[in-house]
């Protein structure tokens, strides 16, 4: 069998279960987006994250868990990380360059799946920060599309910049080749800011309790429905626990894998 005689020498890895860097943009001084090569044995579902990681200095691997932002169509991994200055992987992780090696261990899990929710005709994805990576596998999956008739995206920052990342990816969806169809009009997007001046101001929480983003988007109702009304939710343990309670209040409930409900949580990575 040719294959298995070809020489090994050209791929050879230096790490265990090492992934290539091929591509890193800096959005903030505190957010960084980077893709790697995929392994061929991985499969996702979109939503899932993977451990990710660097060799420590005393050789100990330091692994992270990272949502992966590109959808499992994709022939390579999207990843969306914070930088923090004394973070023991971020501070060395925020230098990388495309042609470097990372640790990825190709098991992917997580609870951010269309399969934990019920069936329904409404799905939010609301996100703080860097919680907007596993949405950003979820936007450019067909099936998200195929199973919801409208889906709407908030996310809150800060600053404006912070929301670049995902502005960029909302706004290259009607387009694209292979999403663009499935997406058509299906795709709301509602950014808001809540340290700097922008469009639409102020907390996902606030915006969904006042009913403000009803109205500004023209969405039927003032609140979700838990007959009709699916979401997903990924921020800060705080804003997790408070965007839960609304729902909870609205007569939603949590679901798993193992019993689908109305909405599903998931905590954005951390330090
Ligand atoms: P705010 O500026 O009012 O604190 P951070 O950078 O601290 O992780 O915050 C990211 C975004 O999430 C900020 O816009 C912040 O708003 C918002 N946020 C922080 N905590 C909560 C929460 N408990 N509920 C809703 N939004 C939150």
């Known amino acids: 069998n040719q294959q298995t005689a070809a020489p090994q020498t050209a791929t050879k890895k230096t790490l265990p279960d090492a992934q290539t860097v091929t591509e890193v943009r800096h959005y903030t001084d505190r957010l960084f987006y980077f893709r790697t090569t995929r392994p061929q044995s991985l499969r996702f579902r979109s939503g899932e994250f993977v451990m990710i990681g660097l060799p420590g200095e005393d050789g100990k691997p330091i692994m992270r868990a990272y949502s992966i932002a590109s959808p499992a169509w994709d022939e ?90 995902g502005r960029q990816l909302v706004e290259s969806l009607p387009e694209d080749p292979l999403i663009g169809e499935f997406v058509g009009d299906k795709l709301k997007y509602y950014p808001t800011t809540t340290r700097e001046d922008s469009k639409w101001m102020g907390r996902v929480t606030d915006n969904l309790a006042s009913g403000k983003v009803f109205a500004d988007l023209g969405l039927e109702g003032t609140q979700m429905d838990p007959v009709t009304d699916r979401a997903m939710v990924c921020g800060s343990l705080d804003f997790n626990k408070d965007v839960m309670a609304i729902m909870e209040g609205w007569g939603l409930n949590e679901g798993a894998n193992s019993e689908p409900a109305q909405y599903v949580v998931e905590k954005a990575f951390v330090g």
């Open 76 to 165: 390579g991994l999207d990843f969306y990380s914070i930088k923090v200055q004394d973070g023991p992987l971020t501070s060395r992780l925020q230098h990388i360059q495309p042609g470097d090696e990372i640790i990825l261990r190709p098991k992917p899990v997580g609870t951010l799946v269309l399969d934990a929710l019920l069936p329904g005709k409404r799905l939010w994805f609301l996100a703080t920060g860097t919680g907007i990576a596993p949405f950003a596998s979820l936007m450019r999956d067909p099936d998200t599309y195929e199973r919801y008739d409208e889906v709407i995206m908030m996310h809150t920052c800060r600053e404006v910049a912070e929301l670049e990342f």
